[in-house]
């Protein structure tokens, strides 16, 4: 039976290799797979739209803008071939109003989302708290800190210091965000100060 799933961690926990290796589960079995990110992930050089690991793998994607619905991506895709499962990197950067599409979609497919759930400043993300409100399945993919323990926040860093204001949204890697437990994060942004 279809579900919607919603697979969350910290910057740098696998999230984007684990949907790239789901995806590969599913065409080797024969199924066809949807494979979107939200637009604003516009780390991508040239035209190609693609999902990237850090660990190297990427796979070719479609990308939704937040006016855009997934109905009818889906709908517009799926007259190419039955989709047997739809699959989100990024999914924290959804609007609220997409994640209830996805929801309605997995009537009919199983819709499997990954993403951060928190925000630089530990707040959550518009599309990653409608997903907690909505999935069937929540799954948390572990990190670890600098100190060892488990990873929790995604900490900003501008100019070496770490951050706890500007916009929500700054795309980077790890030039700009490290993962941290609450703790380390607290004593980076107190060490600013």
């Not at 949807?34 to 637009?39: D, G, I």
């Not at 517009?76 to 499962?85: L, P």
């Not at 518009?126 to 323990?149: H, N, P, T, Y």
Request: hydrophobic share 35%; proline share 2%; charged share 25%.
């Amino acid at each position: 039976m279809p579900k919607l799933y919603f697979k969350y961690g910290t910057m740098a926990s696998s999230k984007s290799a684990q949907a790239l290796m789901c995806k590969f589960n599913y065409e080797q079995k024969g199924m066809k797979v949807l494979l979107v990110k939200p637009e604003v992930d516009n780390r991508d050089d040239g035209e190609e739209r693609m999902v990237r690991s850090r660990i190297g793998l990427t796979a070719k994607c479609y990308t939704i803008a937040p006016d855009q619905s997934f109905i009818e991506l889906f709908e517009k895709v799926n007259a190419e071939g039955e989709i047997d499962i739809v699959i989100v990197d990024e999914a924290q950067f959804c609007t609220a109003e997409q994640i209830d599409q996805l929801k309605q979609l997995s009537q009919r497919a199983s819709v499997l989302c990954y993403g951060l759930l928190l925000d630089f400043t530990c707040h959550l993300f518009e599309g990653s708290k409608r997903l907690v409100e909505l999935a069937d399945s929540l799954q948390e993919i572990k990190s670890v800190c600098r100190c060892g323990r488990k990873s929790s926040v995604n900490a900003r860093f501008v100019d070496g210091k770490c951050v706890d204001s500007g916009p929500t949204i700054m795309i980077g890697g790890d030039e700009s965000y490290e993962s941290m437990c609450y703790w380390c994060w607290q004593d980076a942004l107190h060490k600013n100060k």
